[in-house]
Structures are given as structure tokens and as C-alpha cells.
């Protein structure tokens, strides 16, 4: 008896790229969510890097994965698509509960509108990053960390003793670009150290993939106005269907999120959706959104179409650079887990210890 052959598996497609996108006028969401497979030897971090995407968004799209050892051949989650900040689509907008940039490129009349998104790191617990309006006052290249005294005294305490200036190069914290705010010694920076990045882990400042800031810095003129929020759920809509896109509260966030949820909910609500949302009873599945927070947008419609549902549809690509990435896929690798743990360790211990200040770094 001829043996029975099995099929080919079809190829899984290549993954684009997703840090930038036009804007249709009649919705807030942008990008898509795409699925992949673990490969020998990655983690978390890795594909976070891989994907353009920071490590808390990986860990809150994948719920009980293992960040370190997620298990070859698994499937999980890229979440690569994005509900738009509710401000003005104008400049630099951070979403900090988000820790992602986004940047809307000028344009002419007649032209779709484009913003660009990365991932960020922000100020950890005790140094929060600042909110608010203000723009950028200088652009540099190659910059010089001038270290400030209060950063000397927090390293000092754990024996590591600063200079009190940095030169370009490998070891310098500000990267290879640096973008100066109007807030004094508030910056948007790159990084030597890219798995803080999508991490509370800064002085205050906002770091980027050293690839992303090279790209965001050729597009940011002195002047472009910057808007700071922090807004950990976000509604929108596309194609006449509400959304709801949830990420975890800071744990400096002065909202009771907690007792009042609802109210302040509401109050990221258009009075049309708001009126919508309550006809349909569809606040059970608010409440169940933003109390497991995933990090990736889900219809508010129907009940039945919760996050899982969005997942389960979005397309699987290869685990490999996306076409049209910043990022060559080579240099700067990710590190181990121990080597994190430590490193990580230390800054937590140290934003408990010392008081809030403003950081260049």
C-alpha cells in the first residue's frame, strides 16, 4: 500500500515593518496584529527587538509565557497594532502607560498623513517621566553626557562612582542622538542598552532603539511641539466599530483606577460613544478589558469578540526581520537573563531609594 504523503505547509509570509503608517481620516487605530513562532534560542526580548516593539508590550500580549524560555515552537503574539493617542495629531506625542512615541510627519493638502511609532523606555518609579506640552530646543548628534550630581549620588551608593561627563561612544547612556526638550534636562534619546527599552528604567527620559532614534531624529526639526500623556486605556474606532486598547497602570498613576474606574472610563469616552457604549451594555467588557490589560486593540461591539478573538485571526508571519525594518537584525543583540535581572535589579532598588529629579539620562 502507497504511504500517504502530507501536503506541504504553506509558507508563512514575511512581516512588514510597522513603525509607520498613513492615517485614514475616518478612524484612530493603525497597524495590525500579527502572530509568529518561537525559534530556537529567543526570547521575549529578542523578538521585541526583532519586531520594533518594547518588552512590556510583549509580556502583556503573551500573558504566562515565560519571557526568558517561552518555549520553541509556541505561537504568541506581535501586538503591532495601535489606537492614536486622543490629542492633537501634531508632532511628538508619547503615550507613556503605552511607553511608545509616535510622530506625525507634516504634510501638504490633498496628502494622507503619516505618523511614525517606536517603542520607548521612560523614568522608572521615583524619577516619573514628565507630563505635559512643551517642543524640542536642540538637536545633537554624537552628544556628551554631562552627568548630573544626583545620578553620581544614586550610583555612588551602590559603588559605582560616574565621571561627571560622558564622551560619545559605546558607553555613553544618551546613544547617538539626542533630542533636547524645553523642560531642562529632559531629553529623547537613543540608548547603549536597548533591552530597557518598552521599560520604566530612565531618570525621566524618554530612550528609543539606537536604530529608531537614528531614523526619528532625521525627521524632528528644532521647534516640533511635544505632547506627554499618559493614558492607559484608549478607545477609538474603525469602519463604524468602537475599539478598546489596554495597557497596565503605572504604579505612580495618582488616578484611583481602582475605585473609580468606571467614571474616569468614561471620561475618555466621546459623548457619542459614550451614549453607544451604554445602550449596548457594553461596559461588563470594559471593565473585563481594562482589568487584564493585553496591550492590543478589541472590538466593543459584541461580547464573543474580545482580545482572544482578535488574536486568534491576526496573521502568522515568519520569525525574521521584518522588510523594511530599522534595525539589520545584528548589532547591539539582546542578553541573558541573569545578566538582565542584575542590571535591572539595581535600578529598582535605586529609583526606591532616592528621591524624585530631573535627569539627563
Not at 560616574?162 to 559605546?170: E, K, S, T
Amino acid at each position: 500500500m502507497a504511504k500517504t504523503v502530507s501536503p506541504p505547509q504553506p509558507e508563512l509570509p514575511q512581516p512588514s515593518a510597522t513603525h509607520h503608517f498613513d492615517i485614514d481620516a475616518d478612524t484612530e487605530l493603525v497597524g495590525y496584529v500579527q502572530r509568529t513562532i518561537i525559534g530556537k534560542e529567543d526570547t521575549l526580548s529578542d523578538i521585541a527587538r526583532r519586531f520594533d516593539v518594547g518588552y512590556e508590550e510583549m509580556v502583556l500580549a503573551n500573558p504566562g509565557v515565560d519571557p526568558w524560555l517561552p518555549e520553541v515552537g509556541r505561537e504568541i503574539v506581535i501586538p503591532t497594532q495601535f489606537i492614536l493617542p486622543p490629542v492633537p495629531h501634531e508632532g511628538v506625542v508619547v503615550n507613556l502607560a503605552a511607553m511608545r512615541i509616535f510622530f506625525y510627519s507634516p504634510h501638504k493638502s490633498g496628502e494622507s498623513p503619516i505618523v511614525y511609532t517606536y517603542p520607548i523606555g521612560i523614568g522608572r518609579e521615583g524619577w516619573k517621566t514628565h507630563e505635559g506640552t512643551t517642543k524640542v530646543v536642540d538637536r545633537t548628534k554624537d552628544p556628551i553626557w554631562i552627568v548630573p550630581a544626583s545620578v553620581r549620588a544614586e550610583h555612588a551608593k551602590d559603588g559605582d562612582k560616574l565621571p561627571a561627563q560622558v564622551p560619545p561612544g559605546p558607553n555613553n547612556p544618551l546613544g547617538q542622538y539626542r533630542l533636547r526638550l524645553g523642560w531642562p534636562t529632559y531629553l529623547i534619546h537613543g540608548t547603549n542598552k536597548p533591552y530597557g527599552v518598552g521599560m520604566r528604567v530612565s531618570h525621566g527620559c524618554m530612550h528609543l532603539y539606537p536604530e529608531d532614534i537614528a531614523a526619528l531624529f532625521d525627521l524632528i526639526p528644532v521647534g516640533t511641539k511635544v505632547t506627554i500623556v499618559n493614558e492607559p486605556y484608549l478607545f477609538g474606532s474603525k469602519d463604524g466599530m468602537f475599539y478598546m486598547q489596554a495597557y497596565a497602570v503605572m504604579e505612580d498613576d495618582s488616578r484611583d483606577w481602582t475605585k473609580k474606574r468606571e467614571r474616569l472610563l468614561s471620561r475618555l469616552l466621546s459623548p457619542k460613544m459614550r451614549k453607544e457604549i451604554s445602550d449596548q451594555n457594553e461596559w461588563p467588557l470594559i471593565k473585563a478589558l481594562a482589568q487584564a490589560p493585553r496591550a492590543v486593540p478589541a472590538p466593543l461591539a459584541d461580547s464573543g469578540n474580545g482580545v482572544d478573538a482578535v488574536i486568534s485571526k491576526a496573521v502568522l508571519v515568519k520569525n525574521v526581520l521584518p522588510e523594511g525594518s530599522n534595525w539589520e537584525g545584528k548589532s547591539e543583540l539582546m542578553i541573558d537573563e541573569k545578566t538582565f535581572n542584575d542590571l535591572m535589579g539595581s535600578h529598582v532598588k535605586a529609583s526606591r531609594a532616592i528621591q524624585p529629579q530631573a535627569s539627563t539620562q
